[in-house]
């Protein structure tokens, strides 16, 4: 397996998979998951002669279980790591919910030189911020946040899978086609990983506020958001992203949930493709 090692001596687990020569399409994780999360992307872009990499954040997957950096910045230091460990150039940045706030740390703090970083896309990402501020009225309240993280204190396990099997693939919807298989994977993806940094993620996907990364991000963007999101509302996400953002295209898909790149993937990798095509 493959790691690089950061600056404060983290671990860092990614995977690099096709020609060297491609352009690369590296895609951001959500939380509590990992790299596996965007199998179906990977092996999808994989197929049609990119490069694709994606990694583990810390405290997630299979990198290490550390104590401490369980927040934004470190997020997209370890990122910056990995782009520089493997000296990507023309990158394509996906990033979904959590990961998608990683992708405007990422691209707004460590993009520069430029020609590192050529279109970033936002799926059901957090960006600007989902907690409920002066400046964003429409987020949710710290209730919310307080509720993940006494019932991860409590029952991480149980947690996890009430996540998975309910407001996540919109699987607690009326007449929902559960798929019993994404939900072990979830489960299994979430477990892997260290309760603390689970913990404290909460707080860097809902309390970062990311105005200003979304403001210095000039490269085309996408955002990608569907209108039946239980976890990261579209109106205070997608929305504001795309006005916030320089130079980006909005895409708001009727009934989909969080999860949408893994139950509407047959849909989503094609808008992905197209986006990176155009």
Do not use: C
């Not at 002066?134 to 009430?162: C, H, K, M, T, W």
């Not at 963007?221 to 929305?239: I, M, T």
């Amino acid at each position: 397996m493959a790691y690089v090692t950061t600056t404060d001596g983290v671990e860092i687990f990614y995977k690099d998979w096709g020609p060297k020569g491609a352009q690369p399409i590296v895609f951001h994780h959500g939380w509590p998951l990992s790299s596996d999360d965007w199998d179906a992307q990977m092996m999808f872009f994989l197929s049609e002669g990119f490069r694709v990499v994606a990694h583990d954040r810390r405290g997630h997957g299979r990198s290490a279980q550390v104590s401490e950096g369980h927040d934004m910045d470190h997020y997209a230091a370890d990122a910056a790591a990995v782009m520089e460990h493997l000296d990507l150039r023309n990158a394509v940045h996906i990033g979904h919910s959590t990961g998608g706030g990683e992708v405007a740390a990422y691209v707004a703090r460590y993009g520069i030189p430029r020609d590192r970083v050529a279109k970033a896309v936002l799926v059901s990402a957090v960006p600007p911020i989902i907690l409920k501020t002066e400046a964003y009225p429409g987020g949710l309240p710290i209730e919310v946040f307080d509720g993940f993280r006494s019932a991860l204190a409590a029952n991480r396990a149980q947690f996890f899978r009430d996540v998975a099997a309910g407001p996540f693939y919109g699987f607690n919807r009326e007449g929902a086609d559960v798929k019993e298989a994404v939900v072990d994977n979830w489960w299994r993806q979430g477990m892997m990983g260290s309760a603390k940094a689970h913990y404290e993620g909460i707080k860097a996907f809902s309390e970062t506020d990311q105005t200003a990364d979304l403001k210095a991000i000039t490269v085309p963007a996408l955002v990608l958001h569907g209108d039946d999101d239980q976890v990261v509302p579209y109106k205070n996400a997608g929305v504001l992203q795309a006005e916030i953002l320089p130079n980006a295209a909005l895409k708001l898909y009727k009934g989909y949930p969080h999860g949408m790149l893994t139950v509407h993937a047959d849909v989503i990798n094609l808008d992905l493709l197209a986006f990176v095509r155009s």
